[in-house]
């Protein structure tokens, strides 16, 4: 009696498993560019020389100039590093010259304004290691609400041409799962080597350009079965 219990479920959700029909696999996919709507910054201010507390103090004057000339934009600034090495030469340290570093990132959606501090900061003394256009996380939530829609639609309609191919009258969705993707389709690298010359470049021009975000839904379809004549 107790193994009847143990086992009566198990084999009920072995028949309930078992095909009524013919089981389809597919899968459907939109792809839609849209509008960076954000600007992703990550910079460095680097200085070396002899001295470990006067290159720790001159970061630290960048720094806070940096700050201040933020304070009045749209933006999002944080730190994300900072180090104080000695420099490294033929395979060895030199203790006798440091190498000191800050580094941090700077999001904002304030597109139109980046012209007006991107050079002010470079003047400082501030080095850009990437300079990256994309998508903003609210912005790309509803567009892949949007493509979701769209590709359950298109896969609706591949099942329903794939249901007539077999002579089936209707079908059933026996399981789905999306995944989505991003590809930026613009992105600029900036480099500057020190603060003089960024001291003599004017103000930069840039265009946030686009992204294609990508969705995919799969799943499994199931039809009636039907007995084809053999010729």
């Given at each position: ?19 009524t029909g013919t089981r389809i696999n597919l899968s459907a996919t939109v792809e ?152 930026p389709v613009y992105r600029e690298r900036l480099m500057m080597t020190d603060s ?36």
């Amino acid at each position: 009696m107790l193994s009847m219990l143990l086992f009566t479920p198990v084999l009920a959700k072995a028949e309930t498993d078992q095909p009524t029909g013919t089981r389809i696999n597919l899968s459907a996919t939109v792809e839609q560019s849209i509008a960076n709507d954000e600007m992703l910054v990550q910079y460095r201010i680097q200085e070396k020389g002899g001295s470990a507390d006067k290159l720790q103090q001159k970061v630290n004057r960048i720094a806070a100039k940096l700050e201040a000339r933020l304070k009045s934009e749209k933006v999002k600034h944080k730190t994300t590093g900072r180090s104080l090495r000695p420099d490294w030469e033929k395979g060895v340290f030199n203790f006798q010259r440091w190498n000191a570093s800050q580094s941090g990132q700077i999001v904002t959606r304030d597109l139109d304004s980046i012209s007006n501090w991107l050079g002010d900061i470079e003047a400082m003394g501030v080095k850009l290691n990437n300079l990256s256009f994309r998508i903003s996380s609210d912005k790309m939530r509803n567009i892949r609400d949007e493509l979701r829609l769209q590709a359950l639609k298109k896969l609706r309609a591949k099942a329903a041409t794939l249901s007539r191919g077999v002579a089936a009258k209707s079908f059933r969705i026996i399981r789905i799962q999306t995944s989505a993707g991003q590809q930026p389709v613009y992105r600029e690298r900036l480099m500057m080597t020190d603060s003089s010359m960024a001291k003599r470049i004017s103000a930069p021009v840039v265009t946030a350009g686009e992204s294609k975000s990508s969705l995919t839904v799969s799943g499994e379809i199931e039809v009636p079965f039907t007995d084809f004549p053999v010729p």
